[in-house]
Nanobody, 121 residues
Framework: QVQLVESGGGLVQAGGSLRLSCAAS????????MGWFRQAPGKERELVAA????????LYGDSVKGRFTISRDNTKNAVYLQMSSLRPEDTAVYYC??????????????WGQGTQVTVSS
């Protein structure tokens, strides 16, 4: 089993920045891909960003491209999401996700409890 714990959420004004962190523990050797999803009230959970096992490949949701950056540090079993130029529509609960497969998806095996990000206008 893998446990994921997010941190770094909070309230920020539009145009500001936040950095989310996610620490993995447990059977971390089984983890390959890691990423972030988010879910706003009344909306489906959507992929924000994902990163490959070695950190060399990443992908982003269209709405965050150019504003968010995902990274990981395998020595710390951690993944990060640097969010800049935040907009009110970025307001959501952000979930860290990990998967033994090469990609993350809504069906991924391991999820954090979520951290709230609120962007005020």
């Amino acid at each position: 089993q893998v446990q994921l714990v997010e941190s770094g959420g909070g309230l920020v004004q539009a145009g500001g920045s936040l950095r989310l962190s996610c620490a993995a523990s447990g059977d971390t050797d089984c983890i390959s891909a890691m990423g972030w999803f988010r879910q706003a009230p009344g909306k489906e959970r959507e992929l924000v960003a994902a990163v490959s096992w070695n950190g060399q490949q990443s992908l982003y949701g269209d709405s965050v491209k150019g504003r968010f950056t995902i990274s990981r540090d395998n020595t710390k079993n951690a993944v990060y999401l640097q969010m800049s130029s935040l907009r009110p529509e970025d307001t959501a609960v952000y979930y860290c996700v990990a998967d033994p497969r090469m990609v993350v998806s809504k069906d991924s095996d391991y999820w954090g409890q979520g951290t709230q990000v609120t962007v005020s206008s």
